[in-house]
């Protein structure tokens, strides 16, 4: 059974940096769609980021542009989301999610629906 684990989370002031990885175990399907989400409260989750294992370049939405950067190892079976210049509205639950994904043009489809399987999520809070 696929199984996705977070770590990372934490507390830190608005500007700083963290690292948040997510490692994978259990997938039997060739490519995936591998990706991080984010709820914060009172909100609905959302897309910020998600990589093909196929290749390609990722896909970052609104959120995520030119602050956070997404990378994999699949090596290791491990994806982490690097986010710097963290401000209060980055103050979330963050979650890994997977999908199998056969094409590269499959990782555009950010709906929450679409993803199976989650982590359990690591939460970030950001002090101004």
């Known amino acids: 059974q696929a199984q996705l684990k977070e770590s990372g989370g934490g507390s830190v002031q608005a500007g700083g940096s963290l690292r948040l990885s997510c490692f994978a175990s259990g997938y039997s399907h060739r490519t995936h769609c591998m990706a991080w989400f984010r709820q914060g409260p009172g909100k609905e989750r959302e897309a910020l980021a998600i990589?093909?294992?196929?290749?390609?370049?990722?896909y970052y939405t609104a959120s995520a542009q030119g602050r956070f950067k997404i990378s994999e190892d699949i090596a290791q079976s491990s994806l982490t989301l690097e986010m710097n210049s963290l401000e209060a509205e980055d103050s979330a639950m963050y979650y890994c999610?997977?999908?199998?994904?056969?094409?590269?043009?499959?990782?555009?489809?950010?709906?929450?629906?679409?993803?199976?399987?989650w982590g359990q999520g690591t939460q970030v809070t950001v002090s101004s």
């Open positions: 999610a997977a999908k199998p994904c056969e094409r590269y043009i499959d990782i555009f489809s950010t709906s929450v629906d679409d993803y199976k399987d």
């Open positions: 990589a093909w294992t196929g290749g390609g370049s990722p």
